[in-house]
């Protein structure tokens, strides 16, 4: 099986890059860069084939994929700076990359009959109530222009392609590039103290899981909408925080508040992300580890790699 994946300079294209090369899979890693321009470590990303590509340049994005030919596209490129993306000279390009890029490379997947793989987010929903947000939801009411662009390329997706998973995401970190962990760990080791918001509920996402499931799914047709995080029970941002504290040894005491007292961020943030899971064991998947146990893991990788 040969598989295209967009996005590999960020933290899950790089994982699922690695994900295919363990399981002998012909993996081509795409970004936007010349060359490979994330973390420059000794795994299979570093190694595999790598092609330039545009998503939002559709002669480039039909003239690639059609000459590799893949199997599967798994797309994790994206726009993800959720606060600059409320900026109105960034909106535009926004748009054009996550909903655009993705309907361009939906547009090829159907002439070459291949399977695509979307990464969106719980943003597609308002985030209102306590209620778990299930996968085949159609209440779509976005807070925020990431979230209204993220949702966009769904429909992008959905309205193009049979053999499709969107599978949305939360609180997502890995080893390459920037996430709330390696936030919360520089200031815990130069504050005494840290304010963090205890009204906005949901699950993290370690990119090394679900890269294993995203794999999983690509090797079969099960397709359709589904939601993955890792296991473990919902939780606020300043329980993740406590726990990320506790395990990483710091003694950096918690605040918390809530949203409206912390008020910083420009782009509104749902306050309800908890995700409905269940559709993921229905369709015979195992879910991912729980999130205690992916937070352990992931800092004993971010010192095997410093």
Known sequence: MKIFVTGVAGQLGHDVINELAKRGYEGIASDIAPTYSGIQDSSEVTQAAYRSMDITNPKAVEATLTEINPDVVIHCAAWTAVDLAEDEDKQEKVRAINAGGTKNIALVCKKLNCKMVYISTDYVFDGQGTKPWEPDC????????????????????????????????????????KNFIKTMLNVGKTHDSVRVVNDQVGTPTYTYDLARLLVDMVETEKYGYYHATNEGGYISWFDFTQEIYKQAGLKTNV???????????????????????????????????????ALSRYLKEMQDNA
């Open 255 to 293: 605040l918390p508040v809530t949203t409206a007292e912390y008020g910083l961020s420009k782009a509104a943030r749902p306050f309800n992300s908890r995700l409905d899971k269940s559709k993921l064991v229905a369709n015979g998947f195992k879910p991912l580890p729980t999130w205690q146990d």
């Open 138 to 177: 159609k209440d779509y009411k976005p807070l925020n222009v990431y979230g209204q662009t993220k949702l966009e390329g769904e429909l992008a997706v959905s309205e193009n392609l049979e053999k499709y998973f969107i599978v949305r995401i939360a609180w997502v970190f890995g080893l390459n590039g």
